[in-house]
């Protein structure tokens, strides 16, 4: 799936920016580190901020929107950002991928608008794509026109976890919260627990970084999940040349239980 994905981007070069909180560098919060967080998780404070019962041991979302299709309506915002050179080189090297996704469950309709840009991607400016599923059609709107078939149906099923992936196992920290309007839980993990599917690591490449993992029991679902990568000699987006630099992972979920109004898109 991860290798159709990108090769989806890369063929028909699609692409989304609303200036949304988290997805500009300066914007963002300072992420606590993986040990950090496991120091501050004591005893005391995982018994006064214990989460509801079922999510006081590990839990995983191994793809952080994998529970999505039970909720009868949301919005969320992913983002991958990297920014460093070609390995072993000095040549410099970026690229972004941004979706934002809308699902109405009633309706059984879905609609996302990515952007993409940069050399990793193919290209040196991103190009709008917006997507709506409804029932059995697809239709995809690039450049005012529009596309249906495999390729729009094949779009309109980009998803958040094979972009940014999850985390495989995760623990309570003792910290809780009001994040996009929901009650949440912070979960501590290890960067060896980290799904990482743009990545594939070359001979001795390496990969460390650090993150925030937030999730609403009550909905059984990731609100929120922030990981800052250091990636050394590694291959993003299936790109032939490896590559060595910052990674940054962004996705936040709003507007749960809200059925937005998702109609065909203007032109098809």
């Not at 608008?113 to 991103?126: H, I, R």
């Not at 794509?129 to 779009?155: H, K, Q, W, Y």
């Amino acid at each position: 799936m991860t290798r159709k994905f990108y090769s989806l981007v890369l063929l028909i070069m699609l692409v989304g920016c609303t200036g949304q909180r988290g997805q500009q560098l300066s914007d963002l919060p300072t992420v606590a580190s993986f040990e950090g967080i496991q120091q501050q998780a004591t005893a005391d404070m995982l018994t006064q901020n214990a989460p509801p019962p079922g999510f006081r041991e590990n839990v995983s979302f191994a793809e952080v929107d994998q529970t999505l299709e039970a909720l009868p309506g949301w919005r969320y915002i992913v983002t991958l950002e990297f920014d460093g050179v070609f390995a072993r080189t000095p040549r410099e090297t970026s690229a972004t991928a941004r979706a934002e996704v809308w699902f109405n469950q009633l309706a059984s309709a879905r609609r996302l608008v990515v952007e993409t840009s940069g050399e990793l991607l193919g290209q040196a400016e991103g190009q709008d794509f917006e997507a709506v599923r409804m029932g059995p059609d697809a239709f995809v709107i690039r450049e005012n026109t529009c596309l249906s078939g495999n390729a729009a149906t094949a779009a309109t099923d980009l998803r958040a976890g094979t972009l940014v992936g999850g985390v495989t196992s995760a623990t309570p920290s003792g910290r809780k919260a009001i994040i996009n309007g929901e009650e949440v839980w912070e979960y501590a993990f290890f960067p060896d627990a980290l799904n990482v599917p743009a990545v594939r690591l070359a001979e001795e490449g390496e990969i460390s970084g650090r993150g925030e993992l937030w999730i609403a029991p009550q909905r059984n679902t990731v609100i929120r999940y922030y990981v800052n990568l250091e990636v050394t000699n590694a291959y993003i987006f299936d790109r032939a040349l490896p590559v060595t630099g910052q990674l940054y992972l962004r996705y936040d979920l709003h507007d749960i239980g809200v059925a937005p109004n998702i109609t065909v898109p203007f032109g098809c």
